[in-house]
């Protein structure tokens, strides 16, 4: 069974940078396509970022993209997203997610059958 446990959450300032950092366990971490999403209260959770397995392809929300960087290390088991010049609206919980499967659809929350507890990201203004 797949486990996903982020950390690296926190508050920050507006215009500042955190690393957001998710942890795989239970399978063989290069079979996946890891993916971050956040939720804001009272909103649907929402895509942020994914990246293939191969590390060849990422892809960002517009509202994150020349912000936000995803990347893995395939021998740490890790994913990572770094986040720079945030904004209040970057306020939520974010989630990683995995699929096994290779999807297309990466922006859909539903292509992911496995998903971490959250990390809270508070950015002040």
């Known amino acids: 069974q797949v486990q996903l446990a982020e950390s690296g959450g926190g508050l920050v300032q507006t215009g500042g940078s955190l690393n957001v950092t998710c942890i795989f366990s239970?399978?063989?971490?290069?079979?996946?396509?890891l993916a971050w999403f956040r939720q804001a209260p009272g909103k649907e959770r929402e895509f942020v970022a994914a990246?293939?397995?191969?590390?060849?392809?990422?892809t960002y929300a517009d509202s994150v993209k020349g912000r936000f960087v995803i990347s893995r290390d395939n021998a740490k088991n890790t994913v990572y997203l770094q986040m720079n010049h945030l904004k209040p609206d970057d306020t939520a919980v974010y989630y990683c997610?995995?699929?096994?499967?290779?999807?297309?659809?990466?922006?859909?929350?539903?292509?992911?059958?496995?998903w971490g507890q959250g990390t809270q990201v508070t950015v002040s203004s």
């Open positions: 997610a995995a699929d096994r499967v290779g999807s297309p659809n990466y922006y859909l929350s539903s292509t992911y059958d496995y």
């Open positions: 239970g399978r063989t971490f290069n079979d996946y396509d």
């Open positions: 990246i293939r397995r191969s590390s060849t392809f990422t």
